[in-house]
């Protein structure tokens, strides 16, 4: 199972530039997952991707490709874009094994303006939280308790324009659905 591998996926970090009131790691929930700031260690990841490496490499078909997606977790996962650079970076040395790596991120978008031309240069899937307009988007707040939504449109609206393509084949957004958005009205959003 591991050699056929088609995700893997990293948890960059568990800090985060958002304070979300719903998030699955806040003390709204008993038992809640402590965040401590950490970040993931390049050497870590590169344990992993050699290890695979080794699995494909033993087990590597002539005229075989097969597809891997190199995710990005977090946390938010801009906030550690060095290791990022690092892991895309040391894949595309890697000898040929029949694997053709493709790259995704989930992200929050507060840090999209500034990474997005490397994102737009390695090709990633990105896949924006965003839920919905303003209202919906209010949950959603930074440490100070400000509405995330102005940065995060904004930064969205600038990669939709400065890269049309790259957003119309590799943006998709994840919206929670709450008290204060619902589905007509985020679904109207994000089409209009």
């Not at 290890?51 to 075989?64: A, F, G």
């Not at 938010?76 to 895309?88: D, G, R, S, W, Y």
């Amino acid at each position: 199972n591991l050699i056929k591998l088609k995700q893997l996926v990293f948890e960059v970090t568990d800090a985060c530039n958002l304070h979300c009131k719903y998030c699955a790691y806040s003390e709204l929930y008993d038992g809640y997952d402590q965040r401590n700031n950490i970040n993931m260690s390049f050497q870590k990841a590169k344990l992993v991707i050699d290890y695979m490496q080794n699995l494909w490499k033993n087990n590597c078909y002539q005229d075989m490709e097969s597809s891997v997606t190199i995710s990005f977790y977090g946390g938010e996962p801009l906030l550690n874009i060095e290791f990022i650079k690092q892991v895309v970076a040391y894949i595309e040395k890697l000898p040929s094994t029949g694997r053709i790596f493709k790259y995704s991120m989930t992200t929050n978008a507060i840090l999209l303006d500034k990474y997005m031309d490397y994102l737009v240069e390695k090709n990633f899937f990105l896949l924006i939280s965003l839920d919905g307009d303003e209202q919906g988007q209010s949950y959603r707040t930074d440490h100070a308790g400000n509405n995330s939504f102005q940065r995060v449109y904004r930064h969205v609206t600038l990669l939709k324009e400065k890269y049309p393509d790259f957003f119309t084949n590799n943006v998709n957004f994840n919206a929670v659905l709450h008290n204060r958005n619902g589905v007509e009205r985020t679904y109207d959003f994000f089409k209009n």
